[in-house]
């Protein structure tokens, strides 16, 4: 029995010590165990413990209908406080390797913001594999070689500062890129969106109820206090 236990605990550890894959010409498919990480680097933020999901992915994919990706807006600090809303001047980094496909920069443009974005291709040119990151203010060009961790925008804040925004992370298999750029933006052809899960289990741990709204609670952290900080008023879409 214990030389059982010592296989099963060997074996655990070595599956979480086992080398990630990196993202090459031949990748093709989101999946656990690529060379990937967090758009926000947990030591950026001062005071942090964990993630809190506050607008995690729901997708119905017979009807369409929910949230297609991950809002990064809460987290736990060390002394269990919760703050909703990230500081301004937090950055956005790349998820991995790859080639800067498109940058948006008109917070008018159509989708209630989704104008303030960038797009990264992973894999070989035409691979279909997407990074998107939403309601951000670009640092990069298009066309640009990025590194996994390389900053690539800063979380965006409207002009007067009393505002500030969420950061929206979409992992995409796509099939043609389209003038316009991705499917959100009116171009291609959406295969598949992909939970964010791929990239870590762990911003699942605490969750918000209800997701996405301003006033919410979190059921594995009922006494915790919930602290709207940084910014007058958070804008959520």
Do not use: C
């Not at 989101?30 to 060379?35: I, Q, S, V």
């Not at 992992?171 to 870590?200: A, C, E």
């Amino acid at each position: 029995m214990v030389d059982e236990a010592n296989e099963q605990l060997t074996s655990t550890v070595l599956k979480e010590q086992a080398p990630k894959k990196p993202i090459n010409g031949e990748t093709r498919e989101w999946e656990p165990g690529l060379d990937i990480a967090l758009p926000i680097n947990d030591g950026d933020l001062s005071d942090f413990k964990a993630w809190v999901n506050w607008n995690g992915f729901h997708l119905d994919r017979e009807t369409g209908k929910g949230h297609d990706g991950y809002d990064f807006a809460a987290y736990l600090t060390r002394d269990n406080r919760i703050v909703f809303g990230l500081p301004p001047y937090t950055k956005i980094r790349a998820v991995a390797d790859g080639k800067i496909a498109q940058v948006l920069d008109n917070p008018e443009a159509v989708g209630g913001g989704y104008g303030v974005m960038i797009t990264i291709e992973h894999g070989a040119q035409d691979s279909g594999m997407f990074s998107q990151y939403v309601h951000v203010k670009p640092l990069i060009k298009h066309g640009t070689e990025v590194k996994k961790g390389d900053v690539i925008a800063e979380l965006y804040k409207d002009p007067d500062g009393e505002e500030g925004r969420l950061v929206h992370l979409h992992l995409t298999l796509t099939s043609g890129w389209g003038i316009r750029g991705t499917p959100i933006m009116g171009g291609g052809k959406n295969i598949r969106t992909d939970d964010p899960k791929v990239i870590s289990e762990k911003i699942y741990r605490y969750t918000a109820e209800p997701q996405g709204t301003s006033q919410f609670t979190v059921k594995e952290l009922p006494t915790a206090k919930i602290e709207t900080t940084n910014f007058r008023r958070i804008r959520v879409n």
